[in-house]
């Protein structure tokens, strides 16, 4: 099946940091922009970061970075200082519609999304 796997997320404080993980299952990362994405309950979904094949970022939310390791089939997203508004289900997904990362990051391009994994941010 062809999927990402998200993890890493969880319930944290204010003010503090995760790292969430994207793992490519029955695909190869090598040729993808992929997308980091996140939906808060009744808010449509929005994309956050992004990050060309080369390994190039493009981060929306200024605390948040995207690296990956081609090698390894994985991706991964930096998010610090988080803020109770960061409180969302994460999601990566792979463009396959541009060869780089695009703004504004329309879901239409992206494919293979994973189940997501929520982050909650709450003293």
């Known amino acids: 099946q062809v999927q990402f796997v998200e993890s890493g997320g969880g319930l944290v404080q204010p003010g503090g940091s995760l790292r969430l993980s994207c793992a490519a299952s029955g695909f190869s990362l090598d040729y993808y922009v992929v997308g980091w994405f996140r939906q808060a309950p009744g808010k449509e979904r929005e994309g956050v970061s992004c990050t060309n094949y080369r390994g190039g970022s493009t981060n929306y939310e200024a605390r948040f970075t995207t690296s990956r390791n081609n090698a390894e089939n994985m991706v991964y997203l930096e998010m610090n200082n988080l803020k109770p508004g960061d409180t969302a289900v994460y999601y990566c997904?792979?463009?396959?519609?541009?060869?780089?990362?695009?703004?504004?990051?329309?879901?239409?391009?992206?494919?293979?999304w994973g189940q997501g994994t929520q982050v909650t941010v709450s003293s």
């Open positions: 997904a792979a463009n396959t519609m541009r060869n780089m990362c695009a703004y504004p990051m329309e879901l239409h391009e992206y494919d293979y």
